[in-house]
């Protein structure tokens, strides 16, 4: 059983930097696709980014790749989601997934495509 544990969002100013953290235990780490979600109020979540098992591909929603970054550092068991730029409309939970059952080149967008979630860490931007 693998557990994510998401960190490092909070209130920031629209212009601002973040970043995300998400923590894995359990499993095989690096053998794992990772990505990451968010949720606003109201609406569906919706894909961020994703990065495939050592980092060597990686994918974007075209709405954030100019300004998100997906890392991960699998000697720490953690993936990261660097954001800059931020907007108000960035403000949501955002979460990270790992898909257990991909290839090494792997970059999943699908919510389907996952099947371990963290609890997510919210993210708010004031303008």
């Known amino acids: 059983q693998v557990q994510l544990v998401e960190s490092g969002g909070r209130l920031v100013q629209a212009g601002g930097s973040l970043t995300l953290s998400c923590t894995a235990s359990?499993?095989?780490?690096?053998?794992?696709?990772m990505g990451w979600f968010r949720q606003a109020p109201g609406k569906e979540r919706e894909f961020v980014a994703a990065?495939?098992?050592?980092?060597?591909?990686?994918a974007y929603a075209d709405s954030v790749k100019e300004r998100f970054t997906i890392s991960r550092d699998n000697g720490k068991n953690t993936v990261y989601l660097q954001i800059n730029s931020l907007k108000p409309e960035d403000t949501a939970g955002y979460y990270c997934?790992?898909?257990?059952?991909?290839?090494?080149?792997?970059?999943?967008?699908?919510?389907?495509?996952?099947?371990?979630w963290g609890q997510g860490t919210q993210v708010t931007v004031s303008s």
């Open positions: 359990g499993g095989t780490f690096s053998r794992y696709a």
């Open positions: 990065i495939s098992w050592t980092g060597t591909y990686t």
């Open positions: 997934a790992a898909d257990s059952s991909t290839t090494y080149y792997s970059v999943p967008r699908r919510n389907s495509q996952y099947n371990y």
